[in-house]
């Protein structure tokens, strides 16, 4: 028991098991750093920020970022609305106070054929019939030089009203009246649904980049494409998002620059909060995590150990 007991043993025992452990510690070390730099993790600590859009004259830290709110009240716009409706009347008005021209038709062919009474009636009525979709269809062709393509809706309803009117009345005239009278019914039933607009300028400037407005109609789309400056590809693309697409190019900008109010904005970072994972740390690197867990436990173990061994053996 004095021998196995002895101070010199003890000592010697306890710095072997330090070596063991320092070891152990060392492998646990170049474990960590080869997980640190070959992990797909976020590593043993990490931040992550929040972020807030804010009022720019509300906030006093720093912007990260910057951009543009526009609110367009619909208090404002309808006021446009308003004003096209008169115009419309105005000029409904003044085309109601006019006299349709007569219609003429073509006289009837004479084929040279001599045919029965019957067959003749059927051949003008046949004729009168063609007559009608041609002088009907140049109307439509003319009034949509004039004032834009129809809606889907509205051309559907035309041809209708076309086809009951049978030439009673010029079609031309007739055609224009209608069209008008559509329009206003138009313009004051999205007077009546208005609601306050509002956009970024962030999200303007994405619709002008190439392929930032993959779901926009064909007519937005090739008009910013068409648009000869990058001030003006911005005018398009705020039309649209603003819901002015009933006005022309001019009038929307007119609307936005006299209605709109720009708020400077800025994004900022709300809060930071702290994570770790470093419990992938051992999964990843089982070999060396355990092998430096093992060595250390060993090195703390080993003097005890091995006095306890040798006192047994005494």
């Known amino acids: 028991m004095v021998f196995g007991g002895s101070p010199m043993f003890h000592t010697r025992f306890t710095r072997i098991g330090i ?8 492998v646990l070390g170049a474990s960590l750093f080869h997980w640190v730099q070959t992990t797909r993790s976020k590593g043993p600590l990490f931040s992550t920020n929040d972020y807030e859009w804010v009022v720019s004259q509300a906030s006093s830290k720093p912007a990260l970022s910057r951009d543009e709110i526009w609110d ?27 006299k349709p021209p007569p219609v003429i038709l073509d006289p009837p062919r004479n084929k040279g054929i001599p045919v029965s009474p019957d067959m ?3 051949n003008d009525a046949l004729d009168r019939h063609l007559q009608v979709g041609l002088q009907n ?3 439509i062709t003319e ?3 004039i004032y834009g393509p129809y ?8 041809s209708k009203a076309l086809d009951e009117n049978n030439l009673a009345i010029d079609p031309l005239w007739f055609t224009t009246r209608f069209h008008l009278q559509f329009l206003i ?5 999205d007077a009546a649904e208005l609601k306050d607009q509002r956009i970024t300028r962030g999200e303007v400037l994405k619709l ?5 407005g993959s779901n926009l109609t064909l007519a937005v789309t090739m008009g910013i494409v068409n648009a000869k400056t990058n001030d003006a590809k911005i005018d398009v693309a705020a039309k649209h998002l603003l819901s002015l697409a009933a006005f022309s190019d001019t009038a929307a900008k007119t609307i936005r620059t006299t209605c709109a109010d720009v708020i400077p904005i800025k994004q900022v970072i709300a809060n930071t909060s702290y994570g770790t994972d470093i419990e992938r740390w051992p999964i990843e690197t089982p070999v060396s995590f355990w092998a430096g867990i093992a060595l250390a436990i060993l090195g703390l173990m080993f003097g005890p150990v091995m006095m306890w061994v040798r006192a047994a053996k005494d």
């Open 19 to 26: 070596v063991i452990a320092v070891a152990g510690l060392a």
């Open 72 to 98: 367009l009240p619909a208090s404002c716009t309808k006021q446009f609305y308003t004003t096209e409706i008169n115009n419309l009347k105005a000029t409904l008005a003044a085309h109601n106070a006019t």
């Open 120 to 122: 003749q009636r059927t």
């Open 137 to 139: 269809n140049r109307a």
């Open 143 to 145: 009034v949509a030089k």
């Open 151 to 158: 809606s889907s809706e509205e051309y559907e309803s035309l």
């Open 185 to 189: 019914k138009k313009w004051m039933a």
């Open 208 to 212: 002008v980049e190439p392929g930032g």
